[in-house]
């Protein structure tokens, strides 16, 4: 765990959250388990994990499981978005597991995250896509204006 100094104000990160990771069942793949509140106090115990895991060779594939968070606050979407970036960086991806906890979708759909990995991803997915998003509609094709008579006001 990691230990950082902590002010008088600032509650203990070891109560509030617990990170644990360990190898996925595929090969290549990490499996992040993060427990409790990710805010500003604890959202770097977050960081230092998700940033030890994408750095290891190999790694194809983080999941982090949020289905157990009780809060997820703008410095823990940070930590994931940190976290995604690094991904990419190295040809890996992010995959984030809410539970279908809506408060959680909630958070990582009004900060434009959801739009960027995978929330939520059906095991019949196949693994070399990328992130889902909403199919967009298409555009319709251009019609001439109607051309309506004028009217005079006398």
Do not use: K, N, W, Y
Request: proline letters at 9%; charged letters at 25%.
């Amino acid at each position: 765990m990691l230990h950082t100094p902590a002010s008088p104000a600032a509650p203990d990160a070891g109560q509030l959250l617990s990170v644990t990771a360990v190898p996925g069942t595929r090969p290549g793949s990490v499996f992040v388990e993060v427990t409790g509140e990710v805010d500003a106090h604890t959202a770097p115990v977050l960081d230092a994990c998700l940033h030890s895991q994408t750095r290891r060779r190999g790694v194809h594939e983080v999941v982090v499981d949020l289905s157990q968070v009780a809060f997820l606050g703008a410095a823990g979407i940070t930590a994931l978005a940190q976290a995604h970036r690094r991904c990419r960086m190295r040809g890996a991806r992010l995959v984030v597991h809410t539970g279908g906890e809506r408060r959680l979708l909630r958070a990582l759909q009004l900060t434009g995250f959801a739009d960027l990995v995978a929330v939520d991803p059906t095991e019949l997915e196949p693994q070399v896509r990328g992130p889902r998003t909403a199919a967009r509609p298409r555009p319709r094709p251009r019609q001439a204006p109607i051309r309506r008579p004028r009217r005079v006001c006398r």
